[in-house]
């Protein structure tokens, strides 16, 4: 299996969170400028919806019937879109801080969202409890809230399993937790485990914690959750640390495999996703050094399968229904005002799935 780039769309700014039309010819991003905006994956022709949020726009998705979007932002606001239109018609204040990341139920009846800000708790710099819960679950057909769910802030990254009935969700510190959103008391965790690996303790220039699990994501048949990042580092300011997955099976907490060896390099992994079809799933983020910033890897064995580098941060990677192509959403650098203007630094790319 190897990608091939079939197109490379520029937008006017950085994308942080993308979803794909269940149609497969459109995607959505939500920007570093708060706007949210429909594009064509063929011509790269884009529209913006009619409302934006009031800073970053972090996330957003799409309901499995194709006719509604919600988006999250850094003002903590949910927004219900008409696609079809590209007009808001239900805002929420889901959260008093940002929002990290979204994630929508399989059949479509439910949305999550986490969030939470780091604030050294002690001497020892640990983080601060939190100040509101850090997952939140809204029902998506009347935006009423469904599940306040505790977990250490902050929490970046969130999944629901395949039938809906669990969500997952990992923070800052390596700490994964499961909830049966159907159970009678769904606020307490059915499974829960941290793994060391994600976190890092600065000892150069900055001295506190930093890292996390930054993405999250089910194997298909339910059996397995995997999450990305990077690994220990001792100076969090150049991000150097190892480009990192691990496989869990959630229901016990135990760790089925990881990464191997000399198949990474240095970088921020911001986004995994699995293949339709189980046997193959792709990682991708920022590279600080080596020879790639996305890659698929094979989940018989864990090995890299095929990599590239698109010399762009990556922050998300969705693959097609189909599994017959790939798209990659990001930004090219941070870019600076040239003869007054800012350079269009968004970008979604297009590779073909082959093999």
């Not at 604030?119 to 850090?134: C, L, Q």
């Not at 679950?137 to 469904?146: H, P």
């Not at 229901?251 to 996703?273: C, F, N, P, T, W």
């Not at 990677?317 to 189909?322: C, I, L, M």
Request: charged share 20%; proline share 5%.
């Amino acid at each position: 299996m190897n990608l091939k780039l079939l197109h490379d769309h520029k937008l006017p700014t950085g994308v942080l969170g993308f979803a794909l039309h269940p149609d497969g010819t459109r995607g959505f991003a939500s920007c570093v400028d708060g706007s949210i905006q429909q594009v064509d994956l063929a011509s790269g022709k884009a529209e913006l919806f009619e409302e934006r949020h009031t800073s970053y726009a972090s996330g957003c998705v799409v309901h499995p019937d194709g006719t509604t979007l919600l988006s999250s932002g850094y003002d903590g606001r949910l927004l219900w879109h008409e696609i079809e239109t590209r007009r808001c018609w239900r805002r929420v204040q889901a959260h008093a801080f940002w929002s990290w990341q979204l994630a929508i139920s399989p059949d479509g009846r439910r949305v999550a969202t986490t969030t939470g800000q780091y604030i050294a708790g002690g001497w020892k710099y640990e983080p601060a409890a939190e100040t509101e819960p850090s997952v939140k679950v809204f029902d998506t057909a009347t935006g009423e809230l469904v599940a306040a769910l505790a977990h250490t802030p902050p929490v970046l990254s969130c999944a629901f399993s395949p039938d809906g009935r669990h969500l997952a969700a990992a923070n800052m510190s390596g700490e994964v937790r499961v909830w049966d959103l159907f159970a009678r008391d769904a606020r307490e965790p059915v499974s829960r485990w941290t793994t060391p690996d994600f976190t890092s303790w600065g000892t150069i220039k900055t001295h506190h914690f930093c890292g996390g699990i930054y993405g999250l994501a089910f194997s298909p048949d339910g059996g397995s959750l995997i999450g990305c990042g990077m690994g220990p580092m001792t100076d969090p300011m150049a991000g150097n640390g190892k480009m990192t997955w691990q496989r869990w099976d959630w229901r016990k907490g135990e760790r089925r495999d990881q990464i191997r060896d000399g198949q990474h390099g240095a970088g921020l992994m911001e986004s995994v996703a699995w293949h339709p079809d189980g046997r193959h799933f792709v990682m991708a983020g920022r590279q600080a050094q080596g020879t790639w910033n996305a890659a698929l890897f094979g989940t018989e064995d864990g090995g890299l399968v095929h990599s590239i580098d698109t010399k762009k941060r990556i922050t998300h990677a969705r693959f097609s229904k189909d599994g017959k192509s790939l798209v990659l959403a990001g930004a090219n650098g941070q870019p600076q005002r040239k003869d007054g203007a800012w350079p269009a630094w968004g970008r979604i790319q297009v590779y073909a799935v082959e093999g």
